[in-house]
């Protein structure tokens, strides 16, 4: 047992009290939490989501607390300031900052569960002000309490006993959350469940230790600074765990997507492709060398091929309305035109084509989208009709009239 103990005093940071030892006990929960929230802060500049901003107040909560607490001690024990002075208002304050830390951290990892906005938004506003009515009683009475009582323990003070039963009160309600949401098949990270109980037993034993006026100190606070310390890491794991899913999940979103767009653009029986408004080619649909005899591949690598396979004599008419159609405004019918190309084997085609201007969202000209459909047969059909009910340039002889007679003879 006291093997164990000194493992979890080196891990820890000493039992408490020890200035030597804070760097460990201080600046590495720091290191977790500034990490944390380098994460965060990133997520939170991409996609501005209430979660990860959550998740970042935590780590900065938790990070200024640690550096608090490595200044009061290892600060005092340079003999930089006057540990009494700073002593009289560092307590509430960093148990404040525990328990909000706590607090956004539940709230945040709610967000990716199952829990209803309106039972997230009840928790954190309850808990964030039970934590700020509590720490305005404590900084109003700590410092009268301090005066009376010389030298005297902040966990002796009732004030520490109700920072420790709010916290427990609030982590287990939020682990119990956790836990039932996993048992139904939500997905909760275990990592997560750990994280939320380290911090749980925590302010557990710490009540114990309250309850038995410091009785075991000497074997508790080893074991309640490395439960606070190795919590961080687990929030850590499970953080960038949900980003890789949901990474993951956008990514498959994205290729579903794709696949859909690629099933309706490239099985269509119509040349449809986009240019951009420098002339390239966005997309050509496989369905142009059906049309054309030429590959998309081909007027990708050579938009110019558009207007080059275009009948000699009708190439006025397509360069016409391609400089109309890019004048077009959003939102106006579609333009038309009906046009001859020369195919790759030789073959006089009637093409007819359509299109209209592409905007972004901010409304901003993105080049024409069009298609080319094969109007030969149609044009071939109108052309049979035409020469079917012309009239003839040779008169056709009139019959002579038939003439009786009523012997009946003609």
Not at 81 to 93: G, K, V
Request: with cysteine; charged share 20%; proline share 5%.
């Amino acid at each position: 047992m006291n093997d164990i103990l000194d493992i979890l005093v080196d891990f820890g940071g000493g039992k408490g009290g020890e200035p030597s030892a804070t760097a460990v006990r201080f600046l590495l929960a720091a290191f977790f939490w500034l990490a944390l929230a380098l994460i965060a802060g990133g997520e939170w500049r991409r996609g501005k989501d209430r979660k990860d901003l959550y998740i970042l107040l935590a780590a900065c909560t938790g990070a200024l607390r640690e550096l608090l607490m490595f200044l009061a001690e290892y600060g005092s024990y340079r003999g930089w300031f006057s540990f009494a002075a700073f002593y009289r208002f560092y307590p509430p304050l960093e148990h404040a900052a525990t328990m909000l830390s706590g607090i956004f951290i539940c709230y945040a990892f709610m967000s990716y569960g199952a829990r209803g906005e309106k039972y997230r938004n009840s928790f954190i506003a309850v808990a964030t002000f039970i934590t700020l009515v509590i720490y305005a009683v404590t900084a109003v009475g700590w410092p009268a309490y301090l005066a009376v009582h010389q030298p005297a323990d902040f966990f002796l003070y009732g004030g520490d006993l109700a920072f420790r039963i709010a916290a427990s009160l609030m982590l287990g309600f939020a682990l119990t959350g956790f836990v039932t949401d996993k048992n139904q098949g939500k997905r909760i990270s275990i990592l997560l469940i750990f994280g939320i109980g380290f911090l749980l037993l925590d302010e557990l034993l710490m009540i114990i230790n309250i309850a038995t006026a410091g009785s075991y100190t000497a074997v508790f606070a080893p074991v309640r600074h490395n439960l606070h310390l190795w919590a961080i890491p687990f929030f850590i794991a499970t953080y960038w765990a949900e980003i890789a899913w949901a990474r993951t999940a956008a990514m498959a979103a994205l290729r579903a997507s794709e696949d859909r767009f690629r099933t309706i653009a490239d099985f269509t029986v119509a040349m449809e492709y986009w240019v951009l408004p420098d002339g390239s080619l966005a997309y050509m649909s496989p369905s142009c060398e059906r049309l054309t005899g030429y590959t998309a591949a081909e007027f990708l690598h050579a938009p110019e091929l558009l207007a080059r396979i275009v009948h000699p004599e009708d190439r006025h008419l397509f360069k016409s309305h391609v400089h109309g159609a890019s004048d077009t405004p959003a939102g106006a019918a579609p333009c038309n035109v009906i046009f001859r190309i020369h195919t790759r084997s030789g073959d006089t085609r009637w093409i007819g084509h359509v299109c209209q201007p592409v905007v972004d969202r901010d409304g901003k000209f993105q080049g024409r989208r069009a298609s080319n459909r094969d109007a030969s047969r149609p044009r071939r059909h109108c052309a049979r009709a035409r020469s079917a009910t012309a009239p003839s340039s040779t008169p056709r002889p009139m019959p002579s009239p038939l003439r009786t007679r009523r012997g009946g003879s003609s």
